[in-house]
């Protein structure tokens, strides 16, 4: 959320991104995204800070007006079919929801030849098994 000082978009670009919620308020969620202007001096993360007293909340159109940022973002409903649980589907009947998204079969994500060869690594440091309900 800290950008060091550079201009948000500079830092971090978002573009081309579709956003929704199933209840239809992620437009008018005055906390959809948040920045920190200024950095912080102390604590663990400085100069990013995790105190949210720090940081500046946007609605998505203030996100994009002040910090230029998702410019030719979206926010609208894409469609899937069923996307609450336990239903869990997201396939997508009615095609593309637009910004550039491509449908694809997700049957055919990952790997096609499942033949892995890792290299052979060395033991590091000698192991043992550990029982949580004796060993502790």
Known sequence: MYSAGYP????QLFSSNLY??????????AKAFEVQPCPVSSGA??????????????????????EGEDLQSVVQNPGFNNPVYPGDDYTLPKGSPGVGFVVFDYTQ????????NPPAIAAGFPTMTFNPATDY
């Open 8 to 11: 948000y978009a500079q830092f």
């Open 109 to 116: 994500a990952g790997r096609s030849n499942p033949l892995i």
């Open 45 to 66: 993360d400085a100069p990013c800070s995790s105190n949210t007293n720090n940081w500046t909340f946007f609605t998505f159109a203030g996100w994009q007006q002040t």
């Open 20 to 29: 929704w919620r199933t209840d239809g308020a992620f437009a008018s969620d």
